[in-house]
């Protein structure tokens, strides 16, 4: 095995699933229901970056920038027209479930209908790379790591020294209490709302920029993005941090090994839904228990 070039593999894997899973748990962590609609978003992403960048020529930086202020527009847009009001009227996980689901839907063709569904290229970025001994890297995995590094960072700074960071704690704690002790719990949703997605968003664009943009593209990651978040314990941003590092190594080690028994690595997908079952049957919490406090 060339295990540098699978650790490798595994960083740039895993830092995807970070940015798209920590985006998930955050809003799970306060709204107690898990978003479908954040595959669509992800998508959305996508296409606005492949628009900034593509289609009007404009640096991928204003790329990013423009896709995580849409998506989170998006995101608050979700929150303020469709979940606070099902929230106020007392609609149930399912309702508030469902309710995600058909907003995927109708954001999935609604995209499917302004860019097509066929899947976009990006042409106009040549991404170098390097061949490092027996590792091959490109300057998109190593954007890729540092952003979700990054990321990480800050939103650990944010939680744990901002106001804005313990009220997110406070009201994903105990929300009437936060509500009681003067914390303005609607504002403190918007805020996760937006940034949610447009984290969601930023994944999306990266893995357009990996891969190909296309309405399904959320859907490719949405589902190891469940896994990272209930292997980290639902609504936990720390163990969603472990969890994208234990599921990156955990495909991409698969991968070598399906490929070595002489199947095809398309089975690589199942993976991460084998350590979901597992995680469901055997520690449900997920890693929840080990960073309970933060």
Known sequence: ????????????????????????????????????????????????????????????????????????????????????????????????MVASMALGFILRH???????????????????????????ITLDWILLIVTAICIGIALHFMMTRTKIGKAIRATASNPKLALSSGINTTRVLVITWFVSAGLAGIAGLFRGVETRVSPYLGWDILLPTFAVAMLGGIGSFYGAMVAAVIIGLAENIGVVLLAQAGLSTDYRMAIPFVILIAVLIFRPQGLAKAFRGN
């Open 110 to 136: 609604t995209e499917g209908q302004i860019w097509g569904f066929a899947p976009l290229t990006f042409q106009k970025i040549v991404w170098p790379s390097w061949e490092l001994g027996s590792v091959h």
């Open 1 to 96: 095995m060339n295990w540098p070039q699978i650790l490798l593999n595994s960083a740039v894997t895993g830092s995807l699933y970070l940015i798209s899973a920590i985006s998930l748990t955050l809003v799970y962590g306060l709204a107690k229901f898990p978003n479908f609609a954040h595959a669509e978003i992800m998508s959305l992403g996508g296409f606005i970056g492949f628009w900034i960048s593509e289609q009007l020529g404009a640096p991928l930086p204003v790329a990013f920038l423009v896709a995580f202020i849409v998506a989170g527009l998006a995101g608050f847009l979700s929150y303020r027209l469709i979940f606070k009001p099902l929230s106020d009227k007392g609609a149930s996980l399912i309702h508030l």
